[in-house]
């Protein structure tokens, strides 16, 4: 992340993502898989690093392998072909995308982390600091219900920031500077389309 000034002053907090070169690596079509997608790949790996299989897919593109291969349906796969690239050209500025990303991992955490529960008293010789806390009732149900906010894994989902406004295109670095910031680590990979419930943000 990162920070731009706009036309007033005012600081715009900004992350920068690298989109492209993207190349379509394989087409789905309705008389062959019964729907319309297009396959595209991301970040090139050197051949050394590919098995047989991976270098044998890229090739009837004519593209080097890929660290990244996904499937997006498309109504505009048509108009697409096999070999293209797709570049930061079919994004503007001011427009509303979806990021999607891996969040980060924090491994087993507490239910105050994970949740955001509230400790008990700190004085008062309480003892009752940074447990859960209930669990649920006595003798009936005497159970735990399901879904019932308590420590284990927290992180390493899959998240879907909405509504992100697209600051700034740069073509020749293909680079994309959305407002705010977007799910996962620096470094990681992530999914932009165009937004589905697009709303106007400032």
Partial sequence: MTQLFDEKGAIIPVTLIQAGPCPVLQKRTVET?????VQIGFDAKPE???NK????HAAKSGAAPVRILREMRTEEASSLEVGQSISVEIF???EIVDVIGTSKGR???SVRKRHGSKPGPKTHGSMYHNRPGSMGGSSEPARTFPGKPSAGHYGDARITAKNIK???TDLARNLIIVRGSIPGANGGYVIIRKGKKATAKA
């Fill in 166 to 168: 697209i600051v700034k």
């Fill in 53 to 56: 299989a991976e270098k044998g």
């Fill in 48 to 50: 050394r690093n590919a």
């Fill in 92 to 94: 503007e500025e001011g």
């Fill in 33 to 37: 898989d019964g729907y319309e997608a």
């Fill in 107 to 109: 491994g087993n955490a």
